[in-house]
């Protein structure tokens, strides 16, 4: 039972233009959803979160969006650089007595700019 | 101020034998969570320390164990190694009480099993 799912394995853009990725969740009871980026040799470095009761979080050039009734997240980068080249994860938490639970990942999505 | 630290970067095992990986948790953590990426796959969940006792643990059976030392310190153990195990093993530190979604990766340890 996959209870975040990237549908996009890949993504390819132009320098300048945005990127748009998306995640799909089943699992209703999430407190927060979490966007990490990762390059190859390095570990997941965390980028933007949202709370389950928001709709929308800007930080920067990146802006993560949620629809809680189509269980959908979408990452926006504007504008999109080569840097931003890397695999990106979509991954849900709970919130259990004050602690955060573990992080349930997405299977990935990865995003080439080109210059 | 160093993240977090694992070792060794990479460790080529038979099938059958145990391995032991390492992680050192960013400065001023005090829990260790250890995730299994797979070729083409997201992290997955194996198991969570914290105050040296397992917290949470993921679907994965009981030939992966780990330990969690005084100084935050952890380790996983793998027994009787499967082809199947061969992947990128995260180490993820973070405060227990934290709600800042503080979770530090490593640049894990790549297992291959042959």
């Known amino acids: 039972d996959q209870q975040v799912k990237q549908n996009s394995p890949s993504l390819s853009v132009q320098e300048g233009r945005i990127s748009i990725l998306n995640c799909d969740y089943t699992?209703?009871?999430?407190?927060?959803f979490l966007w990490y980026k990762k390059y190859p040799a390095e570990g997941p470095t965390f980028l933007i979160s949202?709370?389950?009761?928001?709709d929308k979080n800007e930080d920067g050039r990146f802006t993560v969006f949620l629809n809680k009734s189509a269980k959908h997240l979408s990452l926006h980068i504007v504008p999109s650089q080569p840097g931003d080249s890397a695999v990106y994860f979509c991954?849900?938490?709970?919130?259990?007595?004050?602690?955060?639970?573990?992080?349930?990942f997405g299977k990935g999505t990865k995003l080439s700019v080109k210059p | 101020d160093a993240g977090v630290t694992q070792s060794p970067t990479h460790l080529i095992k038979t099938r059958g034998q145990q391995v032991t990986l390492r992680c050192s948790p960013k400065?001023?953590?005090?829990?260790v969570s250890w995730y299994q990426q797979a070729l083409g796959q997201g992290p997955q969940f194996i198991f969570q320390?914290?105050?040296?006792?397992?917290?949470q643990r993921g679907n994965f059976p009981d030939r992966f164990s780990g330990h969690q030392f005084p100084n935050y310190s952890s380790e996983l153990n793998v027994n009787a190694l499967l082809l199947g195990d061969s992947a990128l093993y995260l180490c993820?530190?973070?405060?227990?009480?934290?709600?800042?979604?503080?979770?530090?990766f490593g640049s894990g340890t790549r297992l291959t099993v042959v």
């Open positions: 993820a530190s973070s405060l227990f009480r934290g709600l800042d979604y503080g979770y530090t």
């Open positions: 699992n209703s009871m999430f407190d927060y």
């Open positions: 949202i709370s389950s009761i928001k």
């Open positions: 991954a849900g938490v709970r919130i259990y007595g004050g602690s955060q639970g573990n992080l349930i």
């Open positions: 400065s001023g953590h005090d829990t």
């Open positions: 320390y914290y105050e040296e006792e397992e917290r």
